[in-house]
Every structure is written in structure tokens, then in C-alpha cells.
């Protein structure tokens, strides 16, 4: 969470900070040394993985907050390519001239996208605060039988 915050505010922050001239600093191309999402892709499926494995065999009040990460990271990971894929393509495509569009219509996008990925934000903070409550709930411990 605190990496996409960090994406969101700091660079988003700057290339969203006056469209279209600072659409200049997107990071994507090859004057930017790393795409972000060759960080947050992989990064998220050990996570889920994670969530799914320790949660497997404990009582259904534990695996529902240990599984709404889960649902949480599929929602984003279903808009990621769709919505946010393209609106990145056509940001790139403006900035690197393959794309004709008007100042305003660069305004509009980059203002959907700011308001997309909070809401992206928002849905990894449902993750993140329904695995910290998955385990800070007290798991009873089940006496052994002796026969």
C-alpha cells in the first residue's frame, strides 16, 4: 500500500501536475529506468498466494477476512489492464506525438486517471486493513481429545 502511495502522490503527482506539458515525466518509455508495474505485478501474487494458503484450513470468520484481499487484488488486477492499460497508452501516445490530442482532452484523462487509481488505492487499503484484522483476531486454540 505504502508503494502505491508513494506511486500515486510522488509520480503521479508530477506528471499529472500541469497536462499536457508535464505528461513529459510518465514513467514509461525509455527514458524512465523502470515501468511500475514490473514492481506491483509480481509483487502482488505472492501476496495473494499467501492469503490463500494460511487461511485454507482455518474457520470460515478467520478466511473471510483473510480472503477479501483476495477479491480485493482480482477487482484491481481485472481494471488494471482494462481501464488503466489503455488510458497509459493514450497518455504515452500523446506525449511521444503518435497520439493527436487536445490539451483538454489530456486534462480529462489524466483527471480519470487520478480518480481511478485512488479508488485502486482504496481497494488495496481494504486489503490491507482486512489482513491486518484476520490477524489480530484471537484464533482459539481446541483441546486435543485423549480416548
Known amino acids: 500500500m505504502g508503494a ?7 509520480l503521479a503527482g508530477a506528471w499529472s ?15 524512465f ?13 505472492p501476496m495473494l498466494a499467501g492469503a490463500l494458503i494460511s487461511g485454507w484450513r482455518t474457520r470460515f470468520e478467520y478466511r473471510v477476512w483473510l480472503w477479501l ?6 477487482i484491481i488486477w481485472i481494471f488494471t489492464p482494462t481501464v488503466f492499460w489503455p488510458m497509459i497508452r493514450e497518455l504515452y501516445g500523446a506525449v ?4 493527436i490530442r487536445s490539451d483538454a482532452e489530456l486534462i480529462h484523462l ?3 486517471w487520478i480518480v481511478w487509481d485512488w479508488l485502486r488505492v482504496a481497494m488495496i487499503a481494504v486489503g490491507f486493513v482486512s489482513s491486518v484484522r484476520a490477524i489480530s483476531i484471537p ?6 481429545r485423549t480416548r
Open 139 to 144: 484464533y482459539p486454540v481446541t483441546a486435543k
Open 33 to 45: 529506468p523502470l515501468n511500475p508495474g514490473d514492481f506491483f505485478q509480481p509483487l502482488s501474487l
Open 4 to 10: 502505491k502511495l508513494f506511486d500515486l502522490i510522488v
Open 110 to 112: 489524466v483527471r480519470r
Open 69 to 74: 484481499p483476495l477479491k480485493a487484488f482480482l
Open 96 to 99: 511521444s506525438g503518435r497520439i
Open 17 to 31: 501536475a500541469a497536462p499536457p506539458a508535464s505528461l513529459a515525466l510518465l514513467p514509461y518509455g525509455p527514458r
